[in-house]
């Protein structure tokens, strides 16, 4: 299969992009960029050409839908502990930073069942199981 060929970020499309997050929620630091570029995997490092964290489910909708319109790749992240590089950007583009939804909705005790956003972090949730006397395996 071909590799698909992506568009990059212009500054109109970084102000489109301000309009959807907000100014405080989007970043082209170089150092914010290098941050959200790696994870906890080794030696791997990827840089996207903006980093933004939305605080809405609109908001994530609104830059999914403008990612796609415009052809501009976009990689999730949450927490950026992972230890596989699933949550890398290697075709640049946008980050897209599930860190601010970090809550756990709902523990189940009877049906052993959680809601959680996708920013919280495994320990975060073991610790919360552990005082309703469960246990919460690690991943793999």
Known sequence: MA???YN?????????LREIVGN???SVDA???ERYGQDETEDLLF??????KPQTVEQV????????EHQIPL??????????????PVKGGIVLSMEKFNRI?????????????????NYVFQEEVKKLGLFYPPDP
């Open 75 to 88: 990689t999730t992240r949450g927490a950026g502990t992972g230890l596989s590089g699933g949550a890398l």
């Open 47 to 52: 840089r996207a050409e903006a980093v933004v």
């Open 3 to 5: 590799d698909h060929n």
């Open 24 to 26: 405080d929620f989007l």
């Open 8 to 16: 990059k970020l212009t500054s109109i499309t970084l102000n489109q």
């Open 105 to 121: 909705l709902n523990i189940d005790e009877r049906n052993l069942q959680a809601t959680v956003e996708p920013g919280v972090i």
């Open 61 to 68: 909708a609104a830059l999914a839908a403008f990612c796609n």
């Open 31 to 33: 150092e914010q960029i």
